[in-house]
């Protein structure tokens, strides 16, 4: 099984993460955000969907990206790994077992008709957290750090670094549906050891590039409760050296749901 991309300490699969889950070893945590097939191609602007159709349409149509997994993929998490965090844990509960500890991340929206906060469920046996971190539209935490959104349900890299955070120890950490790269760009900035898969190449390319960004100081601007990003400005498409061409989904739409 080759890698599509490897680094020190961070590797990518391009595939189906039921093909490759069982080549991998074992990790300390699978953090990932599987796709909630909620069908966002068909939703309307503002009917709870979280995500720009127009944009989403033009960018991402004909693509497999949002379709729902099946039940016994959340088992072969469960056996692959000591720890797990499941975003959007609140469409998948029937398949996860009854735990106690579950985050949430309050996205600071304000009043829209946008979903107040995303739902994790977690392998954890401690009191329920929360995470506070404003990504709404335009409106990001930290406006002079801007992230550029690439993914059409794109986490930020603060939540991702909480997260590991709030599992000790997590030195190597698995996401099977990795996206954009938010879990790995996390994973690396805290010296941490991960994987990623991705079914859809496109997305592959945008986190190989991210992750070539380079590390930041972690002595500097990092804030767990999520007051400032420490990601770099993402660099011009001249700087990427694997990918061909970015596509920027779009700095207002709104991601999640
Ligand atoms: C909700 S998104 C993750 C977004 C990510 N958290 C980010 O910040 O960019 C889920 C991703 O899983 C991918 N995916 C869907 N089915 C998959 C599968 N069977 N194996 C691997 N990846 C898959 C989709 O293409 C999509 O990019």
Not at 39 to 53: C, I, M, Y
């Amino acid at each position: 099984m080759n890698p599509y991309y490897e680094e020190e300490n961070i590797t990518i699969y391009h595939g189906d993460c039921r093909d490759i889950l069982p080549h991998l070893d074992p990790v300390d945590l699978v953090l990932t955000d599987p796709p909630y097939g909620i069908n966002l191609e068909k939703q309307s602007l503002g009917g709870g969907g979280g995500v720009a159709p127009h944009k989403h349409k033009t960018l991402h149509k004909g693509t497999t990206w949002d379709r729902r997994p099946h039940n016994d993929t959340f088992c072969s998490f469960l056996n692959k790994s000591r720890n797990q965090i499941i975003w959007g844990g609140n469409y998948f509960a029937s398949c996860l077992p009854d735990k106690m500890c579950w985050l949430v991340w309050d996205k600071v929206n304000g009043a829209t008709d946008f979903a107040d906060c995303e739902l994790a469920w977690t392998s954890f046996d401690s009191a329920v957290r929360m995470f506070r971190f404003r990504w709404s539209g335009m409106l990001q935490q930290n406006m002079g750090m801007k992230e550029p959104r690439l993914h059409p349900t794109q986490k930020p890299i603060p939540l991702m670094r909480w997260c590991i955070e709030r599992c000790d120890p997590a030195q190597t950490i698995l996401d099977p549906f990795m996206g954009s790269g938010t879990t790995l760009v996390a994973a690396k900035q805290l010296g941490r050891k991960a994987v990623g898969i991705e079914i859809e190449e496109r997305y592959c390319e945008i986190a190989v590039t991210r992750l070539q960004q380079g590390c930041f100081d972690l002595s500097t601007g990092l804030n767990q409760e999520g007051a400032s990003s420490p990601e770099k400005p993402f660099p011009s498409s001249g700087d990427m050296r694997h990918t061909t061409q970015l596509s920027l989904i779009d700095n207002e739409h709104r991601t999640g749901t």
